[in-house]
Structure formats: C-alpha cells, structure tokens
C-alpha cells in the first residue's frame, strides 16, 4: 500500500485507483457478509485487485487502439 501511494502521482491515484477502489467498496458492503472481518477484508482486497487488472487490461486496449495508424 505505502508503494502504491509512493510510486504514483496524486492525479494517478484519483484518476485510476480511486473509481475501482469505490466499486470494490461497494461490492464488499453490498455482498460479503462473512461474519469474519478478515475474510471480508481479504474478499475486498481480491476483488479491487481483480477489477483493477480488468480496467487496466480495457485501459491498455483503448490506448493501443487509438495508436494504430488508420488508413
């Protein structure tokens, strides 16, 4: 967490990590009802690692996308 925070921008973090962040929160408080803290925790964890891999992948997609040459 403390490199995350270290190794990005402010705008890095607002712009890529807080809207998949709020997502995950959202899931984890709507659908995980572990009875167990840490169980919730670490289901929070996987799934803000999942969508942010996913977002990522949709992110690199478009850029590339936009650099191809058109003919």
Known sequence: ??????NNSL????LE????FLVSL???EMFYKFHSFLLESI????TWFVLDWGYQKVRRAFA???KLPTA
Not at 1 to 6: A, G, K, N, P, V
Not at 43 to 46: G, I, P, Q, T
């Open 17 to 20: 990590q807080l809207p998949v």
């Open 11 to 14: 705008r890095s973090l607002l």
């Open 43 to 46: 289901a929070f964890l996987a």
């Open 1 to 6: 967490m403390y490199s995350l925070i270290q």
């Open 26 to 28: 959202f899931i984890a």
């Open 64 to 66: 590339h996308e936009e």
